[in-house]
T-cell receptor, first 110, second 116 residues
Framework: GQQVMQIPQYQHVQEGEDFTTYCNSS?????IQWYKQRPGGHPVFLIQ?????EVKKQKRLTFQFGEAKKNSSLHITATQTTDVGTYFC??????????FGKGTHLIIQP | GAVVSQHPSRVICKSGTSVKIECRSL??????MFWYRQFPKQSLMLMAT?????????EQGVEKDKFLINHASLTLSTLTVTSAHPEDSSFYIC????????????FGDGTRLSIL
């Protein structure tokens, strides 16, 4: 199945600073999805990217899919305490299930 | 929106007990559901794919006799952890997507299993 590498594992930021997490694959991905998991909670779907070079925005969140469809990033502008959690990229889906990256734990210091 | 219900949310039991976890899609049909396991501070690892009306497909290293999966209807899959031991303690999460849809996975709230 498809595998994705995600970095960094942990990211400490001051509230108001920006945050970025990156995912990379050695193979071309058909799509990539992003999920957020709050401490003690379950993953919640954020977005799916399908097209080469695609960029999507959700308020302070910007998602990008690389031109070669082998990498993706999630950028949060001006972090807030509500952004705390673990952000996962995931590849696959449909009948094969998702393969998750290791996740990036976002820790925000007020 | 699509909702997946998972029950129970928390189980604490003695070693040797078998534990059954239910996963239901409440407002859509799911021919396929997925079971994941997540250890603290780690990612979700796919354990098995549950197929309605047929045998589950297990990922490499997952014991099918240990983790029994039944998918009796288009809205219900169950995972039974048989003769659970402390090393089986983990967070188990199911997910489902609507029939024919390659897109967002909807996750249950998860079951935190603690074996004493």
């Amino acid at each position: 199945g498809q595998q994705v590498m995600q970095i960094p594992q942990y990211q400490h930021v001051q509230e108001g600073e920006d945050f970025t997490t990156y995912c990379n694959s050695s193979t071309t991905l058909s799509n990539i999805q992003w999920y957020k998991q709050r401490p003690g909670g379950h993953p919640v779907f954020l977005i799916q990217l399908v097209k080469s070079g695609e960029v999507k925005k959700q308020k302070r969140l910007t998602f990008q899919f690389g031109e070669a469809k082998k990498n993706s990033s999630l950028h949060i502008t001006a972090t807030q305490t509500t952004d705390v959690g673990t952000y996962f990229c995931a590849a696959g889906g449909g009948a094969d299930g998702l393969t998750f990256g290791k996740g990036t734990h976002l820790i925000i210091q007020p | 929106g699509a909702v997946v219900s998972q029950h129970p949310s928390r189980v604490i039991c003695k070693s040797g007990t078998s534990v059954k976890i239910e996963c239901r899609s409440l407002d859509f049909q799911a021919t396929t559901m997925f079971w994941y396991r997540q250890f603290p501070k780690q990612s979700l690892m796919l354990m098995a794919t549950s197929n309605e009306g047929s045998k589950a497909t297990y990922e490499q290293g997952v014991e099918k006799d240990k983790f029994l999966i039944n998918h009796a209807s288009l809205t219900l899959s169950t995972l039974t952890v048989t003769s659970a031991h402390p090393e089986d303690s983990s967070f188990y999460i199911c997910s489902a997507s609507a029939v024919g849809v390659v897109g967002p996975m909807h996750f249950g709230d998860g079951t935190r299993l603690s074996i004493l």
